[in-house]
C-alpha cells in the first residue's frame, strides 16, 4: 500500500511539475504575442494586467517571464528582442539586422526634423517645461511653427500652464520622443548632455 502511495505521489508531482511548465510557456507566449502586435511600449502594470485574464501573475514573474523571452531570443540568434523603453516594454529589431529593415522602409520614411526642429526639440527635452516664448528667447527667433510641427508629429506635448500674465502653454517631450531616441525616460538625457 505504501508503494503505490509513494507511485501516486511521484505521479502527482509530475503532472504537477509538467502543468507548471506548461503555463509557463503559454504565458510567455501570450506577453510575446502583445508585444509582437504593439508598435507602442506596452506598460509592465498593462501586460500583467491583461495575462491576469488567463493566469495569476504578478509584476515581478511578468518581468522574469520577459527576461527568459529574451534569453530565448538570444540563444536561438532571433533578429529581434526586448527592450524597455519610455515607461514600457517593445519588441525591436536587434541592431546588427536593423540596416536591412532600415533599407525596406528607405522610401516610406517621412520627412526628417530639420536643424530648427531638432534644436527646439532638445531645448523642450533639456528645459521641460518650457513656454513657446522661452524657447524663442533662447534661439532668438520665432519658434510657433517649429513648435506646431513637433506637436503634428507627437513628439511634444502641452503639459500644463505656466503662472504668471497670460497663462502660456508649457511644453514637454512625450513617450513617442522617448522611443524614437531610445530612451527609457527623461533622465536619460542628463548622461547624453556634452
Known sequence: MKQAINLFEK???KTTKRAY???QKEKRRILEGLLFSSSEPIP????REILTTAFPAHSDEVKTLLTELNEEYLRE????QIDFLAEGYLLRTREDVYPFVEALHKDRRGEKLSKAGMEVLAIIAYQSPITRREIEQIRGVDSSAVVSSLLE???IE????KEGPGRPMQYGVTKKFLQHFGLKTTQDLLSLNP
Not at 540568434?77 to 529581434?80: E, L, M
Open 21 to 23: 511548465y506548461s503555463a
Open 158 to 161: 502641452p503639459i500644463g500652464r
Open 44 to 47: 509592465l502594470a498593462k501586460l
Open 11 to 13: 505521479l502527482l508531482e
Open 77 to 80: 540568434g532571433r533578429a529581434f
Open 153 to 155: 508629429r507627437g513628439l
